[in-house]
């Protein structure tokens, strides 16, 4: 069965420093994946989507890149993190199907 | 992409049936509609699909009438776990591709 990972669970960071949020997809090939970010009580932004290695689309304009190292590897990025960029972070993935399957989450608070 | 528009909370008490109906008048010929749950701090779960009439599974039912501008998730026999927010959503091919608006919070009491 397809299992998505995601990690860390929570992340305390000072502004300015960097961010790595990683996600991977098990038991599939060639996802599509995204990541989402949503603020405290309101509905997911999706904020990239990849169709395949290499291939990335954004969004929203931010603070933040995406990048897709291996077919089921999805990276969130930033150099120098703002106190917007705290949120709750989802990584999603799907395969032809009309549905998307969400990972765990990152609670990201920047200090 | 659809716009949606749904209650934004809805109460209710265990063992009840809960209908949530959501609105999305500018649906495409393509378009099928999806409802997620999601509890807080989680990400969102799939709960059901469908393009029109009736579609049932172990959890739900979704109900879309022959225009298919409205659809309404049906959830039968509501306990305390079913407290979560609910998100409909109308979409391509491209799942993920997709802008989730606020949800409906249901609150089911004892």
């Known amino acids: 069965s397809q299992t998505i990972h995601q990690w860390p669970a929570t992340l305390v960071q000072p502004v300015g420093s960097p961010l790595s949020l990683e996600c991977t997809v098990e038991?599939?090939?060639?996802?599509?994946l995204y990541w989402y970010r949503q603020a405290a009580g309101r509905g997911l932004q999706l904020l990239f989507y990849s169709v395949g290695i290499g291939q990335i689309s954004s969004e929203v304009p931010q603070n933040l890149s995406a990048s897709r190292p291996q077919d089921r590897q999805f990276i969130l990025s930033s150099k120098k993190l703002l106190l917007s960029d705290s949120g709750f972070y989802l990584c999603a993935w799907s395969v032809a199907l009309r549905k998307a399957f969400f990972g765990q989450g990152t609670r990201l608070t920047v200090v | 992409l659809a716009k949606t528009t749904q209650p934004i909370s809805m109460d209710s008490y265990e063992g009840q049936e809960v209908n949530i109906t959501c609105s999305h008048n500018n649906i495409a010929t393509n378009d099928y509609i999806t409802w997620y749950q999601q509890f807080p701090s989680q990400g969102p779960r799939f709960i059901i699909q469908g393009y029109k009439t009736k579609v049932t599974n172990e959890v739900a039912s979704l109900f879309i009438p022959a225009d298919r501008k409205s659809s309404t998730l049906s959830l039968p026999r509501v306990s305390l776990s079913d407290t979560a927010v609910y998100y409909c959503l109308v979409l391509k091919t491209n799942a993920g591709k997709s802008t989730f608006g606020d949800g409906t919070t249901l609150t089911v009491k004892p």
């Open positions: 038991g599939t090939s060639n996802p599509n």
